[in-house]
């Protein structure tokens, strides 16, 4: 399993610009894809950028896509969401997620909170809040 660690949060200003990184640690050997995830208060998490281990695939959230950069450098084991011209809708707290057994983006893509915890070699990490204010 992998450990994340989510951090780069803040409040900013609609059209303001954001970001954060998810350190990892851990089983890394089979090079895992990586993925950020949002939740809105009261809203279920949702799928927004995704890159494989050595960066060469990349896929985003038609909310996000223009806007939203995902990156990585895997001699810091992080990964980065650059977030431009943020409005009051991307408000919610950002995950980054990990599965040891999941290498291409459209399996980050398609995971789902439940199934992770039914699968060891998925993670989450803590999760760092976004707040947008118009």
């Known amino acids: 399993q992998v450990h994340l660690v989510e951090s780069g949060g803040g409040l900013v200003q609609a059209g303001g610009s954001l970001t954060l990184s998810c350190a990892a640690s851990?089983?890394?050997?089979?090079?895992?894809?990586t993925g950020w995830f949002r939740q809105a208060p009261g809203k279920e998490r949702e799928f927004v950028a995704a890159i494989t281990w050595s960066g060469g695939s990349k896929y985003y959230a038609d909310s996000v896509k223009g806007r939203f950069t995902i990156s990585r450098d895997n001699a810091k084991n992080t990964v980065y969401l650059q977030m431009n011209s943020l409005k009051p809708e991307d408000t919610a707290v950002y995950y980054c997620?990990?599965?040891?057994?999941?290498?291409?983006?459209?399996?980050?893509?398609?995971?789902?909170?439940?199934?992770?915890?039914?699968?060891?070699?998925?993670?989450w990490g803590q999760g760092t809040q976004v707040t947008v204010s118009s």
């Open positions: 851990g089983r890394t050997v089979n090079s895992p894809a």
């Open positions: 997620n990990a599965d040891t057994t999941i290498t291409s983006v459209h399996g980050i893509r398609d995971m789902r909170p439940g199934m992770c915890d039914m699968r060891p070699s998925c993670s």
